[in-house]
């Protein structure tokens, strides 16, 4: 059955884009057949994160009704299938967002998942992703202000008729992890859905314009991600631990072998 995610925040900086990126690869890479669409239209950041940025048609020339659904796809990492909004103002001036839902009906029809980064805040662009999304889930940092904007997504998502299904705390440390869950869940009155670490490779990805799920797949931040996405796709995941991980336990053993034979 086809599900429609709409990956949604309070405000912009949550990391938003980045999660949708990932984890649209990552269901590609389970073998669904997925679709990510940038439904940030006045303030896209898809294209960007890909690579994407100079393509000749984007989802404001589907908008404004100069282009088909068809001519604005693009495939991406494990064969995700990519449809960037452009970064033009008059681009942005040209387009329609209530053909959104055309849009997103056609998709909808081609594959087993989309994803839906929708702006961030309260937008009349964005009240369209929060209402026909299957379910929407928020992306939330560890701090009280990005959890109260949450809510008042959640709240929106409620009266337009969609459904929250869940968060995902990004950016987390040691530090405020556990009390960061238990404060969002009571906050939000959903299920924290994962966690995914602060991981200083996120930006090192991105100055690629490559998904860290590829260039760094056993980064800390990857395996989180990994694991969502396969909760999400209904498929089973094993993380055993990163490599990095292995090598340190590796020399450790190294260094007290060679430290007992010289005794």
Known sequence: MVRAYTIASGKGGTGK???SVNLGSML?????????MDADVGMANL???LGLENVPVTLHEVLAGNAAVSDAIYEGPFGVKVVPSGISLKGFQNANPDRLRD??????GRCDFLIIDAPAGISRDGVIPLAIADEVI???????SSIVDALKTKILTELVGGHVSGAILNRATMENTEVSREKMEKVLGVKVIGIVPEDA???RSSAHKTPIVVKYPNSDASRAIKGIAAQIAGTEYKDEGSVEA?????LDRL???LFRSSK
């Open 201 to 203: 490779n996120v930006r």
């Open 103 to 108: 849009v997103m009906r056609e998709l909808v």
């Open 255 to 257: 260094a007290r072998s």
């Open 17 to 19: 884009t980045t999660l």
């Open 28 to 36: 590609a890479y389970f073998g669904k057949e997925t679709y990510i």
């Open 47 to 49: 294209g960007i994160v």
């Open 246 to 250: 292995a090598r340190e336990g590796f």
């Open 138 to 144: 928020l992306v939330v940092n560890p701090e009280l």
